[in-house]
Protein backbone atom coordinates (compact mmCIF):
# COMPACT_ATOMS: atom_id res chain seq x y z
CA UNK A 1 0.00 0.00 0.00
CA UNK A 2 0.96 3.43 -0.56
CA UNK A 3 0.04 6.80 0.54
CA UNK A 4 0.54 9.86 -1.13
CA UNK A 5 -0.79 13.58 -0.19
CA UNK A 6 -0.52 16.71 -2.42
CA UNK A 7 -1.87 20.21 -1.57
CA UNK A 8 -4.41 21.71 -4.24
CA UNK A 9 -5.93 24.93 -4.40
CA UNK A 10 -9.38 26.26 -5.41
CA UNK A 11 -10.20 30.04 -6.32
CA UNK A 12 -13.24 31.06 -4.72
CA UNK A 13 -15.91 32.14 -6.33
CA UNK A 14 -16.32 35.78 -4.20
CA UNK A 15 -14.30 36.53 -1.30
CA UNK A 16 -15.30 34.95 1.67
CA UNK A 17 -15.19 36.69 4.87
CA UNK A 18 -16.21 35.40 8.83
CA UNK A 19 -15.81 36.51 12.38
CA UNK A 20 -11.79 35.56 11.94
CA UNK A 21 -10.64 36.74 8.47
CA UNK A 22 -11.20 36.32 4.95
CA UNK A 23 -9.84 34.57 2.01
CA UNK A 24 -10.21 34.05 -2.30
CA UNK A 25 -8.70 30.11 -1.96
CA UNK A 26 -9.60 26.78 -0.53
CA UNK A 27 -6.45 25.39 0.23
CA UNK A 28 -6.50 21.46 0.88
CA UNK A 29 -5.01 18.22 1.24
CA UNK A 30 -5.60 15.61 -1.41
CA UNK A 31 -4.27 12.02 -0.42
CA UNK A 32 -4.24 8.84 -2.62
CA UNK A 33 -3.96 5.25 -1.45
CA UNK A 34 -3.31 3.06 -3.59
CA UNK A 35 -2.83 -1.27 -3.32
CA UNK A 36 -2.80 -4.16 -6.20
CA UNK A 37 -3.45 -1.17 -8.91
CA UNK A 38 -6.42 0.41 -7.55
CA UNK A 39 -6.64 4.07 -5.80
CA UNK A 40 -8.63 5.68 -3.26
CA UNK A 41 -8.60 9.35 -2.60
CA UNK A 42 -9.52 11.93 0.32
CA UNK A 43 -9.43 15.41 0.68
CA UNK A 44 -9.06 17.60 3.97
CA UNK A 45 -9.12 20.89 4.95
CA UNK A 46 -6.33 21.94 7.85
CA UNK A 47 -7.73 24.23 9.78
CA UNK A 48 -6.02 26.93 11.82
CA UNK A 49 -8.88 27.20 14.92
CA UNK A 50 -7.66 23.52 16.13
CA UNK A 51 -3.55 24.47 15.11
CA UNK A 52 -3.41 22.59 12.22
CA UNK A 53 -1.71 23.78 8.83
CA UNK A 54 -0.87 22.00 5.32
CA UNK A 55 2.44 20.95 6.85
CA UNK A 56 2.08 20.02 10.00
CA UNK A 57 -1.25 17.58 8.17
CA UNK A 58 0.81 16.50 5.50
CA UNK A 59 3.55 15.33 8.00
CA UNK A 60 1.08 13.34 10.09
CA UNK A 61 -0.29 11.36 6.98
CA UNK A 62 3.43 10.97 5.71
CA UNK A 63 4.55 9.52 9.05
CA UNK A 64 1.80 6.30 8.60
CA UNK A 65 2.89 3.13 8.52
CA UNK A 66 2.22 1.06 5.18
CA UNK A 67 -0.43 -1.27 5.12
CA UNK A 68 -2.81 0.76 7.24
CA UNK A 69 -6.11 -0.55 8.24
CA UNK A 70 -9.68 1.85 8.71
CA UNK A 71 -9.64 0.63 12.29
CA UNK A 72 -5.85 0.80 12.82
CA UNK A 73 -5.79 4.53 11.76
CA UNK A 74 -7.71 5.40 14.78
CA UNK A 75 -4.74 4.18 17.24
CA UNK A 76 -2.22 6.01 14.99
CA UNK A 77 -3.45 9.16 14.32
CA UNK A 78 -6.20 11.87 16.54
CA UNK A 79 -9.51 13.22 15.68
CA UNK A 80 -8.56 15.73 12.75
CA UNK A 81 -7.89 16.70 9.22
CA UNK A 82 -4.88 14.39 8.50
CA UNK A 83 -7.17 11.04 9.71
CA UNK A 84 -10.02 12.34 7.95
CA UNK A 85 -8.28 12.72 4.48
CA UNK A 86 -7.10 8.77 4.84
CA UNK A 87 -9.87 7.52 6.29
CA UNK A 88 -12.00 8.69 3.16
CA UNK A 89 -9.55 7.45 1.03
CA UNK A 90 -9.21 3.87 2.53
CA UNK A 91 -13.59 3.84 2.22
CA UNK A 92 -12.63 4.91 -1.32
CA UNK A 93 -10.18 1.91 -2.07
CA UNK A 94 -12.92 -0.67 -0.22
CA UNK A 95 -15.34 0.40 -2.34
CA UNK A 96 -13.09 0.48 -5.58
CA UNK A 97 -12.09 -2.68 -5.05
CA UNK A 98 -15.11 -4.69 -3.77
CA UNK A 99 -17.49 -2.90 -6.66
CA UNK A 100 -19.72 -1.55 -4.14
CA UNK A 101 -20.65 1.56 -3.30
CA UNK A 102 -19.76 2.47 0.21
CA UNK A 103 -22.91 3.40 1.57
CA UNK A 104 -23.27 -0.62 0.99
CA UNK A 105 -20.45 -1.39 2.79
CA UNK A 106 -21.09 0.60 5.82
CA UNK A 107 -24.88 -0.76 5.95
CA UNK A 108 -26.80 2.33 5.23
CA UNK A 109 -29.29 2.82 2.60
CA UNK A 110 -28.56 4.42 -0.45
CA UNK A 111 -28.66 7.89 0.02
CA UNK A 112 -30.87 11.09 -1.85
CA UNK A 113 -30.13 14.28 -2.19
CA UNK A 114 -30.15 16.73 0.82
CA UNK A 115 -31.55 20.40 0.80
CA UNK A 116 -28.21 22.35 2.24
CA UNK A 117 -27.66 25.74 3.73
CA UNK A 118 -25.97 28.57 1.45
CA UNK A 119 -23.53 30.84 3.44
CA UNK A 120 -23.50 34.26 2.78
CA UNK A 121 -20.06 35.98 3.68
CA UNK A 122 -19.83 38.25 6.61
CA UNK A 123 -20.21 42.04 4.78
CA UNK A 124 -22.15 45.39 5.57
CA UNK A 125 -25.57 44.97 6.33
CA UNK A 126 -26.48 46.48 2.94
CA UNK A 127 -23.87 43.99 1.17
CA UNK A 128 -25.34 41.34 2.78
CA UNK A 129 -28.73 42.17 2.01
CA UNK A 130 -27.31 42.21 -1.72
CA UNK A 131 -26.39 38.20 -1.16
CA UNK A 132 -29.65 37.64 0.38
CA UNK A 133 -31.59 39.09 -2.42
CA UNK A 134 -29.43 37.07 -4.87
CA UNK A 135 -30.10 34.08 -3.37
CA UNK A 136 -34.36 34.40 -1.77
CA UNK A 137 -34.58 31.55 -4.17
CA UNK A 138 -32.58 29.10 -1.72
CA UNK A 139 -34.56 27.61 0.38
CA UNK A 140 -32.04 27.48 3.39
CA UNK A 141 -29.45 30.39 4.12
CA UNK A 142 -26.93 30.66 6.64
CA UNK A 143 -25.05 33.60 8.18
CA UNK A 144 -21.91 34.39 9.05
CA UNK A 145 -21.97 36.70 12.40
CA UNK A 146 -20.02 36.60 15.36
CA UNK A 147 -18.90 40.95 15.83
CA UNK A 148 -20.51 43.29 17.40
CA UNK A 149 -22.58 44.72 14.29
CA UNK A 150 -24.77 41.64 13.61
CA UNK A 151 -28.32 42.77 14.48
CA UNK A 152 -28.24 45.25 11.16
CA UNK A 153 -26.76 42.40 9.08
CA UNK A 154 -29.37 39.99 10.16
CA UNK A 155 -32.09 42.07 9.65
CA UNK A 156 -30.50 43.20 5.93
CA UNK A 157 -30.35 39.50 5.41
CA UNK A 158 -34.32 38.56 6.68
CA UNK A 159 -35.18 42.08 4.15
CA UNK A 160 -33.82 40.85 1.41
CA UNK A 161 -34.78 36.40 1.42
CA UNK A 162 -37.82 37.01 3.59
CA UNK A 163 -39.08 33.61 2.73
CA UNK A 164 -35.76 31.59 2.90
CA UNK A 165 -35.16 29.57 6.51
CA UNK A 166 -32.02 31.17 8.39
CA UNK A 167 -29.25 29.47 10.88
CA UNK A 168 -26.64 31.64 12.01
CA UNK A 169 -23.27 31.35 12.66
CA UNK A 170 -22.14 33.19 15.42
CA UNK A 171 -18.08 31.29 15.26
CA UNK A 172 -17.83 31.40 19.15
CA UNK A 173 -17.93 35.35 18.78
CA UNK A 174 -20.75 35.91 21.55
CA UNK A 175 -20.44 36.36 25.13
CA UNK A 176 -23.44 35.15 27.25
CA UNK A 177 -24.97 38.41 27.77
CA UNK A 178 -25.08 39.47 23.78
CA UNK A 179 -26.60 36.04 23.44
CA UNK A 180 -28.77 36.55 26.08
CA UNK A 181 -29.76 40.34 24.69
CA UNK A 182 -29.90 38.69 20.45
CA UNK A 183 -31.76 35.88 21.49
CA UNK A 184 -35.31 37.11 21.14
CA UNK A 185 -34.71 39.01 17.89
CA UNK A 186 -33.67 35.69 16.75
CA UNK A 187 -36.86 34.53 17.26
CA UNK A 188 -38.77 37.31 16.05
CA UNK A 189 -36.39 36.86 13.05
CA UNK A 190 -37.45 33.32 11.86
CA UNK A 191 -34.07 32.07 12.81
CA UNK A 192 -33.80 28.42 13.01
CA UNK A 193 -31.08 27.26 14.42
CA UNK A 194 -27.41 29.18 15.88
CA UNK A 195 -24.28 27.34 15.55
CA UNK A 196 -21.74 27.98 18.51
CA UNK A 197 -23.10 31.04 19.99
CA UNK A 198 -20.04 30.99 22.76
CA UNK A 199 -16.37 30.28 22.37
CA UNK A 200 -15.83 26.43 23.05
CA UNK A 201 -14.05 27.23 26.46
CA UNK A 202 -16.62 29.46 28.26
CA UNK A 203 -19.77 27.63 26.77
CA UNK A 204 -20.71 26.44 30.43
CA UNK A 205 -22.78 29.31 30.78
CA UNK A 206 -25.50 27.88 28.43
CA UNK A 207 -26.34 25.55 31.14
CA UNK A 208 -29.66 26.62 32.61
CA UNK A 209 -29.92 29.79 29.98
CA UNK A 210 -33.18 29.66 28.19
CA UNK A 211 -32.95 28.77 24.07
CA UNK A 212 -35.58 29.68 22.50
CA UNK A 213 -33.96 29.21 19.75
CA UNK A 214 -32.06 25.66 19.28
CA UNK A 215 -28.28 26.03 19.78
CA UNK A 216 -25.87 23.79 18.13
CA UNK A 217 -22.52 22.57 18.99
CA UNK A 218 -19.90 23.38 16.85
CA UNK A 219 -16.50 23.92 18.00
CA UNK A 220 -17.46 22.02 20.78
CA UNK A 221 -17.85 18.92 19.54
CA UNK A 222 -15.69 16.88 17.42
CA UNK A 223 -16.14 13.28 18.34
CA UNK A 224 -17.76 10.48 20.26
CA UNK A 225 -15.85 11.76 23.06
CA UNK A 226 -17.15 15.11 23.00
CA UNK A 227 -20.91 14.30 23.76
CA UNK A 228 -20.13 14.41 27.47
CA UNK A 229 -19.17 18.26 28.10
CA UNK A 230 -22.77 18.94 25.57
CA UNK A 231 -24.92 17.72 28.06
CA UNK A 232 -27.77 20.49 29.22
CA UNK A 233 -25.33 23.12 26.84
CA UNK A 234 -26.92 22.05 23.11
CA UNK A 235 -29.95 20.87 21.29
CA UNK A 236 -27.53 20.07 17.91
CA UNK A 237 -24.54 18.81 17.23
CA UNK A 238 -22.38 19.73 13.88
CA UNK A 239 -20.83 16.95 12.46
CA UNK A 240 -17.70 17.56 10.34
CA UNK A 241 -15.68 15.32 9.15
CA UNK A 242 -12.51 17.50 9.35
CA UNK A 243 -13.49 17.64 13.07
CA UNK A 244 -14.15 13.78 13.71
CA UNK A 245 -10.94 12.96 11.52
CA UNK A 246 -13.31 10.85 8.79
CA UNK A 247 -16.85 8.98 7.89
CA UNK A 248 -15.82 5.94 10.23
CA UNK A 249 -16.22 8.44 13.39
CA UNK A 250 -18.95 10.59 11.37
CA UNK A 251 -20.97 7.67 11.08
CA UNK A 252 -20.14 6.42 15.26
CA UNK A 253 -20.62 10.40 16.26
CA UNK A 254 -24.32 10.54 14.29
CA UNK A 255 -25.95 7.37 15.45
CA UNK A 256 -24.36 8.22 19.15
CA UNK A 257 -25.55 12.05 19.23
CA UNK A 258 -28.95 10.75 18.36
CA UNK A 259 -29.43 7.79 20.95
CA UNK A 260 -28.93 10.92 23.77
CA UNK A 261 -31.37 12.81 22.24
CA UNK A 262 -29.46 15.07 20.28
CA UNK A 263 -30.44 16.58 16.76
CA UNK A 264 -27.86 16.66 14.37
CA UNK A 265 -26.15 19.24 11.47
CA UNK A 266 -23.74 18.10 8.88
CA UNK A 267 -21.15 20.79 7.84
CA UNK A 268 -18.11 21.15 6.05
CA UNK A 269 -14.96 23.04 6.20
CA UNK A 270 -14.75 25.19 2.52
CA UNK A 271 -13.42 22.74 0.16
CA UNK A 272 -14.63 20.63 -3.02
CA UNK A 273 -17.04 18.27 -3.88
CA UNK A 274 -14.27 15.31 -2.93
CA UNK A 275 -14.39 16.68 0.82
CA UNK A 276 -18.31 16.77 0.88
CA UNK A 277 -18.43 13.48 -1.24
CA UNK A 278 -18.41 11.44 2.23
CA UNK A 279 -20.40 13.81 4.31
CA UNK A 280 -23.59 13.32 1.86
CA UNK A 281 -23.80 9.68 3.74
CA UNK A 282 -23.65 11.35 7.12
CA UNK A 283 -26.15 14.07 6.07
CA UNK A 284 -29.25 11.65 4.96
CA UNK A 285 -32.00 12.61 7.34
CA UNK A 286 -30.37 15.56 9.48
CA UNK A 287 -31.89 18.63 10.90
CA UNK A 288 -29.48 20.64 8.79
CA UNK A 289 -27.33 19.98 6.26
CA UNK A 290 -24.37 22.76 5.22
CA UNK A 291 -22.31 21.14 2.68
CA UNK A 292 -22.41 24.26 0.30
CA UNK A 293 -18.07 24.02 0.00
CA UNK A 294 -18.33 23.47 -3.63
CA UNK A 295 -20.88 26.16 -4.41
CA UNK A 296 -18.44 28.52 -2.74
CA UNK A 297 -15.98 27.73 -5.38
CA UNK A 298 -15.03 28.97 -8.66
CA UNK A 299 -13.28 25.69 -9.82
CA UNK A 300 -14.17 22.01 -8.64
CA UNK A 301 -13.26 18.22 -9.01
CA UNK A 302 -13.75 16.63 -12.63
CA UNK A 303 -17.23 14.63 -11.50
CA UNK A 304 -18.17 17.33 -9.56
CA UNK A 305 -21.63 16.29 -6.90
CA UNK A 306 -24.73 18.07 -8.25
CA UNK A 307 -26.89 20.91 -6.69
CA UNK A 308 -30.36 21.60 -7.55
CA UNK A 309 -33.54 22.45 -6.56
CA UNK A 310 -33.65 18.88 -4.30
CA UNK A 311 -30.09 19.60 -2.83
CA UNK A 312 -26.77 17.99 -2.76
CA UNK A 313 -26.94 14.83 -4.07
CA UNK A 314 -24.26 11.77 -3.50
CA UNK A 315 -21.47 11.33 -5.49
CA UNK A 316 -21.05 9.72 -8.61
CA UNK A 317 -18.35 6.75 -8.71
CA UNK A 318 -16.11 8.93 -11.12
CA UNK A 319 -15.65 11.38 -8.13
CA UNK A 320 -15.81 8.84 -4.74
CA UNK A 321 -16.95 6.18 -3.25
Same mark, same amino acid.
Given at each position: ????????????????????????? $????? #?? @????????????????????????????????????????????? +?? %? /??????????????? &?????????? *? %??????????????????????????? &????? +????????? +????????????? *????????? /?????????????????????? *?? @??????????? *??? %??????? #?????????? !?????? &???????????????????????????????????????????????? !??? @? /????? #?????????? $?????? +?????????????? /????
Amino acid at each position: MKIDVTPDTFRLAQVFTISRGSRTE $ARVLT #VR @VSEGGVTGWGECVPYARYDETLESVTAQIEGLPEGVSREGLYDLL +PA %G /AARNAVDCALWDLEA &KRSGKRVWEL *A %GRPEPGPEITAYTLSLATPDEMRAQAT &KNAHR +PLLKIKLGT +PDDMPRLEAVRAG *APASTIIVD /ANEGWSAEVYADLAPHLVRLGV *AL @VEQPLPAGEDE *ALI %GMERPVP #VCADESAHDC !ASLPKL &KGKYDVVNIKLDKTGGLTEALRLRAAALAEGYEVMVGCMVGSSLAMAP !ATL @V /AQGAK #VVDLDGPLLL $AEDREH +PLLFDVRGVHPPER /ALWG
